[in-house]
């Protein structure tokens, strides 16, 4: 897997110190209102597991999944609902934790979704926000980083469902992309 690896655009210690003062400031944010977190599967799984850990105010999670990229590397241009939430939003402060932002479909997807349901407050909680024309205008509460327009992998983001479990987030080599696509 390694040798699939082009470069290390953000290292494991890196995700961890930002992840900590994620959690830090969510929870001073949201002290006395048990914010109820909603990750969209599978990608923001390993975000949302870290940055629960981080977190030092009661709160819940909820998962979701929407229709994703496939084998591609662009995004799909409808964004279809394939599991719903177990939990009702109605009342809840809900945080959306994303691992990235890219159109901004997906969220905006979401958004909508979670919005119908009457939370008592929706925000956006993203781990890597590209650094690209987004489609879709909206307004990101809490960004883990800034990254460059490139195809990512690791910490929990994909190419074809593998190197999800690389501990740090990075960009491959391109024949890895020409060999499989
Ligand atoms: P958007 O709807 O175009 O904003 O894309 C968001 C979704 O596409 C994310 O939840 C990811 O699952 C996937 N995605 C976007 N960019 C990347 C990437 O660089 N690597 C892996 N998955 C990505
Ligand atoms: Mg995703």
Sequence with gaps: MN????????????????????????????????????????????FLSDLLRQITIPCSFDLMTVSSYGKKTKSSSSVKLVMDLKQDVANQHVIIIEDVFDSGRTIYYILEHIKLRNPASVKTCVLLNKLCPHEMNIQLDYIGFDIPNEFVVGYGLDYGELYRNLPYVCVLKPEVYQKQS
């Design 3 to 46: 040798s699939d690896i082009e470069k290390i655009l953000l290292s494991q210690d890196q995700i961890a110190t930002r992840v900590k003062g994620l959690g830090a400031q969510i929870s001073q944010d949201y002290a006395g209102k048990n914010p109820l977190l909603i990750s969209v599967l599978k990608g923001s799984i390993i």
